[in-house]
């Protein structure tokens, strides 16, 4: 099978090629970074070509990883170049901005997927990992073709919408309060605060550490490129405002109940009671 993948010099483009050489497949790598996109050719076996239109001739599977705000263009650009019978996928993080292409290439009968890994390219083995599915026309089909293609994953069917939201609270979320404990954390002497902190300061400082080490233009069109985002970031400092407000004023019973019903929230999850067990685990791993 004849593979390409574009945006191949990225991180999860890098990935991808991996992926589909060791898979056995024919792979084709094309990304504007060319000198980059030459060292994963040499590294991989995979073969370079200098553009997109030449990228996608004669692809079974063309696949996208650029960045958010780069796609709809490329989507564009290789729209009338692609074959009948061959089928484009993009990962992109949000779909809001991607989706009426994608709905345009259906409509004229071109096979289009539409996933998100829910995982990053340090991951070795795919098994059970999670793959975000959003349906672009025909879901029976495109779930078909999206298990030809990563036959090990756990893929999750959600509508754009959703996913979006979704993305607000378990990507922009955390990476915005892990940017700011950094941007705090970060003027003090970290050395010492290591050797001095306990088990939750050393985990939120590894998770922080490992976000500020991705590619901080993903992370503003993930923050920025979300209609949703805006609105739980004010629900995040609403509620910051009112746990600081608590503390400065030195009332327990506020404080009390905040946690209480913060506490009694979280205990929806059915995995909560072994929380504290699996953060000490964590660590360990670390």
């Known amino acids: 099978?004849?593979?390409t993948v574009i945006g191949g010099a990225g991180r999860m483009g890098r990935w991808l090629v991996n992926y589909f050489?060791?898979?056995?497949?024919n792979v084709t790598v094309s990304d504007i970074r060319y000198e980059?996109?030459?060292?994963?050719?040499?590294?991989?076996g995979a073969r370079l070509v200098q553009n997109n239109i030449e990228a996608v001739k004669d692809a079974e599977i063309i696949v996208l990883s650029t960045p958010i705000d780069v796609t709809p263009n490329v989507l564009k650009e290789i729209s009338f170049e692609i074959q009948s019978s061959s089928a484009i996928v993009e990962i992109s993080s949000l779909k809001s901005q991607v989706f009426p292409d994608l709905e345009k290439l259906a409509a004229r009968g071109v096979r289009t997927l539409s996933l998100h890994p829910l995982f990053g390219p340090g991951v070795t083995k795919i098994t059970g990992e999670k793959i975000a599915l959003v349906p672009v026309s025909d879901p029976s089909a495109e779930f078909k073709l999206a298990k030809t293609i990563f036959p090990k994953a756990e893929l999750i069917v959600v509508d754009a919408e959703e996913h979006d939201k979704a993305m607000a609270?378990?990507?922009?979320?955390?990476h915005f309060v892990n940017i700011v404990f950094a941007s705090v954390i970060g003027q003090e002497d970290i050395n010492v605060l290591k050797k001095l902190g306990g088990t939750t300061f050393a985990l939120q400082l590894v998770i922080s550490?490992?976000?500020?080490?991705?590619?901080p233009s993903l992370y503003a069109s993930i923050q920025m490129d979300n209609k949703f985002t805006a609105k739980i970031l004010d629900r995040f400092l609403s509620n910051a405002g009112t746990f600081k407000r608590y503390i400065t004023e030195k009332n327990p019973?506020?404080?009390l109940q905040f946690y209480a019903d913060v506490r009694t929230s979280l205990m929806k999850d059915s995995d909560?009671?072994?929380a504290y067990e699996k953060m000490y685990?964590?660590?360990?791993?670390?």
């Open 36 to 44: 980059e996109a030459k060292a994963v050719a040499q590294s991989t």
């Open 281 to 286: 685990k964590a660590l360990e791993a670390l």
């Open 1 to 3: 099978m004849k593979v």
């Open 253 to 255: 019973r506020g404080f």
């Open 272 to 274: 909560f009671g072994n």
């Open 169 to 174: 609270l378990a990507l922009s979320l955390p």
């Open 21 to 25: 050489v060791k898979k056995g497949y």
């Open 209 to 215: 550490e490992g976000v500020l080490s991705e590619d």
